[in-house]
C-alpha cells in the first residue's frame, strides 16, 4: 500500500525540531571564587623552610661547639702532659735526700708550670717510699675566654735508680797500697759538719782498707790506719767495681752530670745562697754548711763527673760521684764528700787531701800501686755515700701502668 508523501511531512518537520530542541548547548555551570589559597600554601612553605633552616643552624651550632669543647680538651690533656714531662725532665733532686734535707713520706711538693696564651698546669709531687714519689699534673686551658675552660689530670708513679754500693773500707782496691807521712785512713763512721739529713741515715763502722787476697797494705812515717785492714775477695772481683746493683759504670757515665777529658782540675761552687749555677762544669757542688765563701744554693748539687782519662785535682772541693777512667792523682788542697771509683789507682802527692765518704780502686794496671802519702785523711762515711748516691739518682718509670690520665 502506497503512502502518501503529504501526509509524512508534518512528521519529518517535528523530527527535525526535536532534533534542533536536543542539540541546543546546556547553559555553563558558573564556579564559586577560591580566594587565599596561594597566601596559605606559600605561609606554609615559609614556616617548613624555617623549620629546616633553624634545625640546620642548631645542628651545625651543635657541631661547632662540640669542636670547640674538644678542642679546649684535647689542649688541657697537652698542657698537663707538658707540665708532667716538663717537672720529670728538671727533677729537683735534693728531693731524694732524706728528710729534712730532702721530702719526707707523705709529704706533698707542688710547682706551676706555665705553658703559653695563660694555659698552666699545677703539678703535685707527693714522695711514696724512699724510693718512690707519684707525680701528678692538673692542665687548665681556655681558648680566649675564660668560661671556654677545661681540665685535664695526667699521673706517673716514678723511682729514684741509683746505685746499690756497699764500699768494704774507706778504700777498697784490687791492688797493692802504701799509707805513709801524715796520711790517716779509718773505717770508723764519720759524719760530715751540719749535715742534717745524717740523722736519718743508719750508719756503721768498717774497715779502713778492704783489698784483694794476695795483696799488699804497707805503712810508713806517721800515718795511721783507723779500724784496721781486710783481706776482701769481693775486693778482688772486678765486677765490684762496674756492677752496682741495677746500674752500672756504663750507666753512670751515660747519667754523667758532667764529662770531662782528663787533666787537671779545680773545682769550687758556683752560685747564691738561692741558686746554683750548674752550667759551670767546675761546679761539683757545695759540701760546706758554713763559713767563708758558702755557696748555700749548692748544698743539693750531687753531680756525676766523669773524666774520660787520668784526672788530677789540684785544688777545690765537691760532693757526688766521681768516676774516673784512669788514675785520680791529687796534689793539692782538695776536699771530696762522697764516692770515687778510679778504673785504676789513686794517688796522693803534695798537699792535702780530705775525703768524707769512700773511694774504690780497681787497679786495673796491675804494675802500678794506690800511694796515699804526705797529709791527707780518708774517712769512711754512710751519710756521704749514701746522699751522693741518692742526690744524683735520675729517674725511671715504675712497671707496669706508670702513667695514667685520671680525668
Not at 243 to 252: A, H, K, P, V
Request: hydrophobic content about 40%; some cysteine.
Amino acid at each position: 500500500m502506497m503512502t502518501d508523501p503529504s501526509t509524512l511531512l508534518p512528521v519529518a518537520e517535528e523530527h527535525d525540531t526535536l532534533a534542533v530542541q536536543t542539540e541546543a548547548p546546556a547553559t555553563p555551570r558558573v564556579s564559586r571564587a577560591r580566594r587565599g589559597m596561594a597566601l596559605v600554601l606559600t605561609l606554609v612553605v615559609v614556616v617548613v623552610l624555617a623549620i629546616l633552616s633553624t634545625g640546620a643552624v642548631i645542628s651545625s651550632m651543635q657541631e661547632f661547639r662540640g669542636g670547640r669543647n674538644a678542642l679546649v680538651e684535647q689542649r688541657a690533656f697537652a698542657v698537663a702532659e707538658f707540665g708532667l714531662n716538663s717537672e720529670i725532665s728538671n727533677w729537683d733532686r735534693g728531693r731524694n735526700l732524706p728528710p729534712p734535707r730532702g721530702m719526707a713520706i707523705g709529704a706533698i711538693d707542688s710547682a706551676n708550670v706555665f705553658v703559653a696564651q695563660g694555659d698552666t698546669a699545677k703539678v703535685f709531687i707527693q714522695r711514696l717510699t724512699d724510693n718512690t714519689f707519684w707525680v701528678r699534673s692538673v692542665g687548665r686551658a681556655s681558648i680566649g675566654n675564660a668560661q671556654l675552660e677545661a681540665q685535664r689530670m695526667t699521673n706517673m708513679v716514678v723511682r729514684i735508680a741509683y746505685p746499690t754500693i756497699n764500699p768494704g773500707g774507706a778504700i777498697t782496691t784490687a791492688g797493692n797500697t802504701l799509707i805513709s807521712g801524715n796520711a790517716t785512713v779509718t773505717g770508723q763512721n764519720t759524719n760530715p759538719a751540719n749535715w742534717t739529713q745524717c740523722s736519718q741515715i743508719a750508719g756503721r763502722d768498717t774497715f779502713a782498707i778492704a783489698y784483694a787476697p794476695g795483696r799488699t797494705v804497707n805503712t810508713g812515717g806517721s800515718s795511721n790506719i783507723i779500724g784496721g785492714t781486710n783481706a776482701d775477695p769481693m775486693a778482688g772481683d772486678s765486677n765490684t767495681y762496674v756492677r752496682y746493683g741495677t746500674e752500672s759504670w756504663n750507666s753512670l757515665v751515660a747519667a754523667a752530670d758532667i764529662s770531662l777529658p782528663g787533666g787537671s782540675y779545680g773545682p769550687d761552687p758556683v752560685g747564691s745562697s738561692s741558686t746554683c749555677d750548674v752550667s759551670q762544669q767546675l761546679n761539683w757542688g757545695e759540701p760546706l754548711r758554713s763559713g767563708n765563701g758558702w755557696v748555700r744554693g749548692c748544698e743539693d748539687y750531687f753531680p756525676i763527673i766523669y773524666f774520660s782519662g787520668s784526672a788530677t785535682l789540684s785544688r777545690g772541693r765537691g760532693q757526688g760521684i766521681l768516676l774516673v777512667n784512669g788514675d785520680l792523682r791529687s796534689v793539692g788542697n782538695f776536699q771530696w764528700y762522697g764516692l770515687i771509683i778510679a778504673r785504676d789507682d789513686i794517688v796522693k802527692g803534695a798537699g792535702t787531701f780530705d775525703l768524707w765518704g769512700s773511694a774504690m780502686s780497681r787497679n786495673a794496671n796491675v804494675n802500678d800501686d794506690n800511694s796515699i802519702v804526705g797529709t791527707s785523711a780518708f774517712r769512711w762515711s754512710k751519710c756521704a755515700v749514701e746522699s751522693a748516691l741518692r742526690g744524683s739518682a735520675i729517674l725511671t718509670r715504675t712497671k707496669e701502668r706508670s702513667w695514667a690520665q685520671l680525668y
